[in-house]
């Protein structure tokens, strides 16, 4: 069975810091763009990061660059999510999600919308409060 688990949230002050990690079983990530994702209640998921499987290209959501990084080690199928200098409006439930883009160099692409992705975890909640 294929299955992405997230792992990493929790209660965090403002200004610190958490990992997530999105560890896939069932199947291996290295050919899988992983985007991760963060769904507010009464809000639509926005996607704030993802990373291509071949090189490593990233992106990030103008709302989350230069505070998160994403990365990935094959080795251990797991993708991470470093999330710092946390503020308590990123407070919500983050998800990671994977899929092979459709494309011809599919390696070097991943995916800010959610639409694109096929596989997802049961995601993780974050909160950020002291």
């Known amino acids: 069975q294929l299955q992405l688990v997230e792992s990493g949230g929790g209660l965090v002050q403002p200004g610190g810091s958490l990992r997530l990690s999105c560890a896939a079983s069932g199947f291996t990530l290295d050919y899988y763009a992983i985007g991760w994702f963060r769904q507010a209640p009464g809000k639509e998921r926005e996607g704030i990061s993802c990373?291509?499987?071949?090189?490593?290209?990233?992106y990030y959501a103008d709302s989350v660059k230069g505070r998160f990084t994403i990365s990935r080690d094959n080795a251990k199928n797991t993708v991470y999510l470093q999330m710092n200098s946390l503020k308590p409006e990123h407070t919500t439930v983050y998800y990671c999600?994977?899929?092979?883009?459709?494309?011809?160099?599919?390696?070097?692409?991943?995916?800010?919308?959610?639409?694109?992705?096929?596989?997802w975890g049961q995601g993780t909640q974050v909160t950020v409060s002291s």
């Open positions: 999600a994977a899929t092979i883009p459709e494309v011809f160099n599919s390696g070097y692409v991943c995916y800010a919308s959610e639409y694109y992705y096929d596989y």
């Open positions: 990373i291509s499987s071949h090189d490593g290209s990233t």
